[in-house]
């Protein structure tokens, strides 16, 4: 058993405590959690018995954040999960948020893949654009699902584009070439297309 300490108002949140145990800082919790359980300075209480106060009180609050965050952009649910943790939330309220949002269907891995590739098909290559999602927690499956639309013709007409953007203004000589082919597979686009597109420009040239 802990002794609570000390129950103060917190300066950004009139609507919240810091509650504080042994003499150290252990949570906040809503002003309503606090009165609900009658929580009070001298109090013995255990963690897991604060645990779940911090469970209910803040489950709410944390799917509001969520909700908030997904309003400008879609998310990954390993998005989600670190702007949860980042704001302190407990690995069982973020687990609550996340369940919660799948049910609405405001979390989709798989809708985020798409939109994703439709997006940034014409600037990016298929390679580049599949380590992104790695990065952003989307399985392979999906991805591969998202890529599946996504044509060798389209990839090579994006990679034309895309050299013949970076080759405005300059001269056709070899180093430029060679620049052009390094910033194509930097934009991740295979070797295959990456030549198939430096083919094409000289062929421009010539005519």
């Not at 980042?86 to 919660?100: A, R």
């Not at 050299?163 to 620049?179: C, D, P, S, V, W």
Request: proline content about 1%; some cysteine.
């Amino acid at each position: 058993m802990n002794q609570i300490t000390d129950i103060t108002p917190q300066v950004k949140d009139k609507r919240r405590c810091n509650v504080y145990v042994d003499g150290r800082f252990c949570c906040g919790l809503t002003l309503e959690t606090v009165v609900k359980n009658r929580l009070k300075i001298g109090q013995m209480i255990t963690e897991e018995m604060l645990s779940e106060m911090q469970f209910d009180s803040e489950k709410n609050t944390a799917f509001d954040k969520a909700l908030a965050h997904l309003s400008a952009t879609r998310k990954t649910e390993k998005q989600m999960r670190a702007y949860l943790a980042g704001k302190g939330y407990l690995p069982s309220v973020i687990d609550y948020v996340v369940e919660k949002l799948y049910t609405y269907d405001f979390l989709n891995d798989g809708e985020y893949a798409e939109a994703y590739v439709e997006c940034a098909t014409k600037r990016k290559g298929g390679r580049l654009i599949r380590m992104e999602l790695r990065g952003k927690g989307v399985s392979d499956e999906e991805i591969d699902r998202a890529l599946a639309g996504r044509t060798e013709g389209e990839e090579e007409e994006s990679a034309k584009a895309i050299l013949q953007k970076y080759m405005r203004g300059k001269a056709f000589t070899k180093e430029n070439l060679q620049k052009a082919y390094r910033y194509l597979m930097g934009k991740g686009f295979e070797y295959e297309t990456a030549k198939s597109a430096l083919k094409s420009l000289e062929e421009f040239e010539d005519e």
